[in-house]
Antibody, heavy 121, light 108 residues
């Protein structure tokens, strides 16, 4: 079955870095764009970043542009989010999600369980 | 950026009754509108896309309507498992998605 599993979350001090991973299985990973979406404690969903299936094109929310980098390894069916210069306001559960708009017209139809990132001194 | 506004913030409805949730876009998004359900401690689950198409496995009591800037999610015959937070999402500005702030559906 289609599955996404995030890892790499934890507690980190402000200004430090952290890299999240999302391992995919059960579908042809290289066909789909992949997103990172975050949710601060008790808050709503915020789109963070996306990487096209081609592994080249990417885009970011203004709030993380220049600090976060999304990448993917299609041979490992994994998407990454490198987060630098972390701030307390980056504290959130980070979800990866599959995007099927180009493949089937369906937006983010599969989400991982999320990984919690806490930025605190 | 396309802003999405949901109303009400909280909706209290009795089991068995109908719930109507609204979502408004700051500019036209055609029918590129999705709805998600999220329960505590869980990831969002896609319910509706294309404004009115149910995702795989979603019961018929969930229905979506609207186009342009005004959208509605209707849940008929509310069951206990339907009480959750619901988010709308525009994907007209693909792939830069934006979400509404959510509507909490609670038991009356």
């Amino acid at each position: 079955q289609v599955q996404l599993v995030e890892s790499g979350g934890g507690v980190v001090q402000p200004g430090r870095s952290l890299t999240l991973s999302c391992a995919a299985s059960g579908f042809t990973f290289s066909t789909y764009a992949m997103h990172w979406v975050r949710q601060a404690p008790g808050k709503g969903l915020q789109w963070v970043a996306v990487m096209w299936s081609d592994g080249v094109n990417k885009d970011y929310a203004d709030s993380v542009k220049g600090r976060f980098t999304i990448s993917r390894d299609n041979s490992k069916s994994t998407v990454y989010l490198q987060m630098n210069s972390l701030r307390p306001e980056d504290t959130a559960v980070y979800y990866c999600a599959r995007d099927g708009v180009v493949v089937s017209g369906v937006p983010t139809d599969c989400w991982g369980q999320g990984t919690l990132v806490t930025v605190s001194s | 950026e396309i802003m999405m506004t949901q109303s009400p913030a909280t909706l209290s409805v009795s089991p068995g009754e109908r719930a109507t949730l609204s979502c408004r876009a700051s500019q036209r998004v055609s029918n590129n509108l999705a709805w998600y359900q999220q329960k505590p401690g869980q990831a969002p689950r896609l319910l509706i896309y294309g404004a009115s198409t149910r995702a795989t496995g979603i019961p018929a009591r969930f229905s979506g309507s609207g186009s342009g800037t005004e959208f509605t999610l209707t849940i008929s015959g509310l069951q206990s498992e339907d009480f959750a937070v619901y988010y709308c999402q525009q994907y007209n500005n693909w792939p830069r998605y934006t979400f509404g702030q959510g509507t909490k559906l609670e038991i009356k």
